[in-house]
């Protein structure tokens, strides 16, 4: 087991981080209350279903969303202790691919389709580092053999159409480690590849983050991507983070009755079981959510305080943290 | 974000080989490569000075000598014909290349900033819109005073609101694919995103507008010199040799048909061409016919 050390300072920390959006004239929280570290050389999956706000909880971080339809509504986004909040927006396009990139669910619209991929690589390598373009044209090469591209020399001068999205995506992740950044977002980035791409997608993105000690927090609603590449797992639900562990702990014993439900719904080989379940209902809009628990609705636990206060994120072990009260009191009578 | 990765441009040699299975692009270009010839070695394939006057050969009608007639000062047709294709080409051209770039320029800033830019662009070009072409043409025209130099200016200033709007359109479409955050996630700043990303995949519908509007735009000249607000004499323009032609129009008929048939032709040439590119970019119509 490899628990992380707690004493090591994260080098990406959300600190409440409230995200709002605007809908018919009102701003309305998307993402609340938002916590969670990414250390260097560790993988911090965000788990949860559509609409859950983890696409957003990333785009917050890079400061990406749509100036006219979201907000930064509070709360401190923290790299390496610098509040990226704060930064004014031309030192945020700075650290953008510099300090820290971001990989697309897409592959297949996520390059320019009149740019050769080398090029694009290159222009990444151009915009942040004062290099010549036959430097720049040197190093693309080298990240493109990183990512392992195969004949890299040769196909740098092919154009997007030309490769398959597998061979894309790995392209993307060059673009994207081009300039070294120390955080990587990655937004699904397998959601869109047949398995056994995925499965080698996975792979070179968990060498990478060894090779260069990055810090990666890696977006999936798939159960079975968050086993095979994460360190640590913050379960999302309705813009907040109900459960937060180490991924042993998270899929041994969960705490949350959401994090459960979400294993119950995951097809498994190692069960017996002929029946999938699945979670009656669905995730509130953010402009219609509950008073308390925003899981309430939907849950088998529900008693009547958890529709009356919300309820905070309690520690229940050294990494785990949850966001119920009666498990925690649970937890509570048997400790 | 689109699940479907649609090219936002052909491929260049597809484009080719539709272009050439297009019969009308083949009369088109080959018309036009020959007004090109005739422009580009005019000194050689003239057969007369253009500027050479000569009073004894006064509106001679069409001879083997003269193939064309002469004019009124006794100057020979087919060369001032020749001539001319240089400054309509030139003016056509130069025109439609400068309100192309400023443009598709404001047109891409209008769609990629939106918001008080956007309406601030489009408002100009309602209101270039407004005037007739012709009426717009000549009041900068006048405005500036008759030159070469003038005239150009004038007619890109009428032609540039439909870059606008035919750049507007796919920059608001493409600002938002996934290329393009991508390109925003890696730091790359908007003018980057605008010139290095977005112009290049639309840059084939503002050159299929381009030799549209070239038309257009030497018959703005030939209108323009033909009011007397264009190239000053005694240079020959298509434009101002009918003019000049037009008080003998009814016993020297080969001083305003033959100019005319010239500005026709040309005008055709470039139509088709243009026609004929749009169909073989877009990928959508092609696939229709095919």
New interface residues.
């Given amino acids: 087991m490899n628990f992380p050390l707690v004493s090591k300072p994260p080098v990406l920390e959300l600190r409440d981080l409230r995200t709002e959006f605007r809908i018919g004239g009102a701003w309305h929280a998307a993402v609340r209350e938002v916590s969670l570290q990414v250390s260097a050389n560790e993988t911090l999956a965000v788990v949860g279903e559509s609409g859950s706000g983890k696409s957003v909880t990333a785009l917050s971080v ?1 400061r ?1 969303l749509p100036q ?1 339809a979201a907000r930064h509504g509070g709360g401190q986004v923290l790299l390496d202790g610098v509040d990226l909040a704060a930064l004014s927006e031309k030192q945020m ?6 300090a820290i ?2 990989i ?3 592959p ?8 050769t991929v080398g090029d694009q690589i290159a ?2 390598i151009q ?2 580092r004062n290099v010549t373009k036959k430097e720049a044209r040197r190093l693309a090469l080298e990240v493109l053999e990183e990512v392992k591209i195969p004949a890299a020399a040769k196909r740098y001068d092919d154009y997007p ?1 030309q490769f398959s999205g597998g061979m894309r995506q790995r392209v ?1 992740i060059a ?2 480690l081009a300039c070294k950044p120390r955080v990587l977002l990655a937004d699904e980035p397998t959601t ?1 590849l047949d398995v056994t791409i995925q499965a080698q997608i996975l792979s070179l993105l968990s060498e990478l983050k060894t090779a260069h000690g990055m810090g990666v927090m890696f977006i999936t609603h798939n159960l079975g991507v968050v086993a095979q590449i994460a360190d640590r797992v913050a379960v999302m639900y309705a813009g907040e983070v109900v459960e937060t562990a180490d991924v042993h702990t998270l899929f041994a014993r969960p705490m949350h009755p959401y994090t459960e439900a979400l294993l119950r719904a995951m097809p498994r080989v190692d069960g017996n079981s002929a029946e999938l379940e699945s979670i009656p209902g669905g995730v509130p809009a953010i402009n219609a959510l509950p008073k308390g628990c925003a899981f309430a609705p939907r849950c088998r636990l529900k008693e009547a305080r958890c529709e009356i206060d919300r309820p905070k994120l309690a520690r229940v072990g050294a990494t785990h943290q949850v966001r119920c009260v009666v498990r925690v009191e649970q937890h509570g009578d048997m400790a | 974000m689109s699940a479907v990765a649609t090219p936002a441009v052909a491929k260049p040699n597809s484009v080719w080989q539709a272009l050439r299975k297009n019969r009308m692009s083949w009369i088109g270009i080959g018309l036009l490569l020959l007004i090109v010839i005739a422009a580009v070695f005019a000194p050689l394939l003239a057969p007369f000075d253009p500027f050479q006057q000569n009073i004894a050969f006064r509106l001679e009608p069409p001879s083997a000598e003269f193939w064309l007639g002469t004019d009124s000062y006794g100057r020979d047709v087919l060369s001032r014909l020749i001539y001319g294709s240089r400054v309509s080409l030139l003016v056509g051209f130069v025109a439609i290349l400068i309100a192309m770039c400023i443009g598709s320029a404001l047109g891409i800033l209008a769609g990629y900033v939106g918001g008080m830019v956007d309406q601030i662009i489009m408002g100009l070009v309602d209101v270039l819109l407004s005037f007739p072409t012709l009426l717009l043409g000549i009041m900068v025209a006048a405005m500036l005073g008759a030159s070469l130099e003038n005239l150009i200016v004038a007619i890109a200033i009428t032609e540039i609101a439909p870059f606008i709007r035919v750049a507007r359109a796919p920059t608001i479409a493409l600002k938002q694919r996934d290329f393009v955050e991508a390109g925003r996630a890696l730091g790359f700043g908007p003018i980057r995103l605008m010139g290095v990303h977005i112009l290049p995949n639309m840059i084939s519908d503002v050159v299929v507008l381009g030799s549209l509007w070239m038309a257009s735009a030497i018959r703005t000249e030939a209108s323009l010199s033909f009011v007397g607000l264009g190239v000053p004499p005694p240079i020959a323009t298509w434009g101002s040799m009918i003019r000049e032609g037009f008080e003998h129009i009814l016993d020297a008929w080969w001083l305003t048909v033959f100019p005319s048939l010239a500005i026709l032709i040309t005008v055709l040439a470039l139509n088709l061409l243009g026609d004929a590119l749009r169909d073989a970019i877009d990928p959508k119509l092609r696939s229709e016919r095919a």
């Fill in positions: 890079l990406l006219s396009t700075k650290l953008r691919g510099e990139a971001m697309f669910q897409e297949m619209t996520s390059l320019n389709p009149t740019m222009e990444a915009q942040h159409h993307m673009m994207a869109a």
